[in-house]
């Protein structure tokens, strides 16, 4: 039916497609052909074919950065879970929750300095960042050591943990979150 068929070039196959792949970024269409004229191997291609090349290449690694971004926000995610699991589980030795003190204060008199260095590293102030974007009543809250004991319960903090420690989904940005989210911007 169309009369151009007959002319058109067969699609390149996948020996081709990475031989002009590993050039493109480095070397121009003239340059590429040239090596293709060397090689002997592959049939010459036109202007139009590279530029299409080009468009896919960009294309490609445009949703490639962006699938990577995902993949490490999910891992940021189940690590905010699992510490969520452990914030949890220390929590819950305080029960029943009507102690007036701080958990710094509680840290103090049980000398628990692995659990006080836990508490305040990043990924629990990222923990916080995000449960705070969530949880109205933990906006006040700066660090998780300056947790009352008797809001644990007033705030149903245990059922919120082991929400967000079994699901791994969570709302709001915090500083690597943001860090995803320019990476994707800036290839935009």
């Known amino acids: 039916m169309n009369g151009n068929r007959g002319n058109k070039k067969p699609e390149p196959k996948q020996e081709e497609l990475e031989f002009i792949y590993e050039r493109l970024d480095r070397l121009s269409d003239a340059e590429i052909i040239n090596e293709m004229e060397e090689e002997g191997c592959f049939k010459l291609r036109t202007k139009g074919f590279f530029k299409r090349r080009r468009t896919e290449l960009a294309a490609a690694k445009k949703a490639l950065v962006k699938c990577e971004d995902s993949t490490s926000q999910n891992k940021h995610f189940e690590r905010l879970s699992e510490r969520a699991e452990k914030i949890l589980d220390y929590l819950k030795i305080f029960y029943p929750y009507a102690n007036n ?72 940005e915090c500083d690597i979150c943001k860090v995803f989210s320019q990476q994707i911007d800036e290839e935009e």
């Open 101 to 172: 003190q701080t958990i710094d204060f509680e840290l103090g008199e049980r000398d628990d300095t692995k659990t006080a260095a836990m508490l305040d590293d990043y990924r629990s102030q990222c923990l916080l960042t995000h449960l705070q974007n969530e949880y109205s009543e933990l906006k006040g809250l700066k660090y998780w050591r300056q947790l009352k004991i008797e809001q644990i319960d007033q705030w149903s903090l245990i059922k919120i943990l082991g929400i967000k420690s079994d699901r791994a989904v969570f709302k709001g």
